[in-house]
């Protein structure tokens, strides 16, 4: 079964910075980050294909970059200038031939 382990999540000041590090058991063609927030639904917030090609949400452009090490099977989250608003649940997807695969989530609480 595949397992996703998410790691990095914390409280941090409007402003600051957190990184979000995401292993993966198995390869994954596609790795992103999720979050939701209390009352909404879950938003995909970045993913990167194998080869690099990376999505953004709107919200995130400019200061979230995603990445992955592909031989450590890992995709990492750097979060930049955080907002109150980017306070959430932080989930890790894997997409395999298999389907969708999640971590089990990492909160991410910025103060103002």
């Known amino acids: 079964q595949v397992q996703l382990v998410e790691s990095g999540g914390g409280l941090v000041q409007a402003g600051g910075s957190l990184r979000l590090s995401c292993a993966a058991s198995g390869i994954m063609l596609i790795m992103g980050w999720y979050r939701q927030a209390p009352g909404n639904q879950r938003e995909l917030v970045a993913r990167i294909t194998g080869g690099g090609t990376t999505t953004y949400a709107d919200s995130v452009k400019g200061r979230f970059t995603i990445s992955r090490d592909n031989a450590k099977k890992t995709v990492y989250l750097q979060m930049n200038s955080l907002k109150p608003e980017d306070t959430a649940v932080y989930y890790c997807?894997?997409?395999?031939?298999?389907?969708?695969?999640w971590g089990k989530g990492t909160l991410v609480t910025v103060s103002s």
């Open positions: 997807n894997g997409r395999n031939l298999e389907g969708d695969h």
